[in-house]
């Protein structure tokens, strides 16, 4: 007589901003209890996501580097940057499937929130109704961004817009001059274009740069004191000035 077989479960975790005690009760379960964890990395790096975990994880826990085929090599709106990143997806999906049927659980580590513009979230939508997956929710990178200038960043109606500076110069400007408040993520290369928008649009004056929101080295200035290039990790805010009692 065979036995029902449950297969193990995929656990997105979001890991908040960097910094360990601003993860999840949740969160900490999970990882301290991993069996199989997985997380993103560039080549030849231990991972920004592994990093923040250090001295957490269980003796003799397996760990399933996943190392991304391409990151600035290509441009985005290339046609092989879709078709490499989709195979490794895949890939990656196929890995953590065959875990699963295996029957262990699976944490991947997601830096972040793992449903806001993260890698994982192409994982999610291959596996679902494939095995069991479930997904833990992380204080963004934004949130702990405009929490650092110690000003809240919306009041009363405002409305909040987020961009990728990837964008286009015409787009971010438009975006900008009809926004309240402003969050400007993946600056990088893109630095002059946003601040060529920034000027265009008056709001220059308004904006803050913080680098590092919550880690040891975080650091918050105003953007027009910028000169030099930015980390990845890098956020542009302009607050919100709405009404308020």
Known sequence: MTQDFTPGTVYGVGLGPGCQDLMSVRADRLIRGATHIAYFRKKGRKGHARSIVEG????GVVEMPMEYPVTT????????????LST?????????????????????????????????????????NRVPVSVVPGITGMSA???????P???????LTVLM?????????????QTDALVVMKIGRNLDKLRRALVHTEREADAWLIEYAAMTNQRVIPFSEVEESVPYFSIVLIHGNGRRP
């Open 88 to 128: 490794f997806y895949s890939r990656c999906v196929a890995q953590l499937i065959e875990m699963s049927e295996a029957g262990g659980d699976v944490v991947v580590l997601c830096e972040g929130d793992p449903f806001f513009y993260g890698s994982f979230m192409h994982l999610y939508t291959r596996l679902l």
């Open 73 to 84: 090599e290509i441009p985005f709106d290339d046609p092989r940057y879709n078709a490499l």
């Open 56 to 59: 957490l994880l269980a003796p």
């Open 145 to 151: 961004a405009w929490t650092a200038t110690g000003q």
């Open 165 to 177: 500076a990837t964008l286009p110069e015409a787009q971010l400007a438009e975006h900008i001059a």
């Open 153 to 159: 960043i919306t009041w009363g109606d405002d409305v």
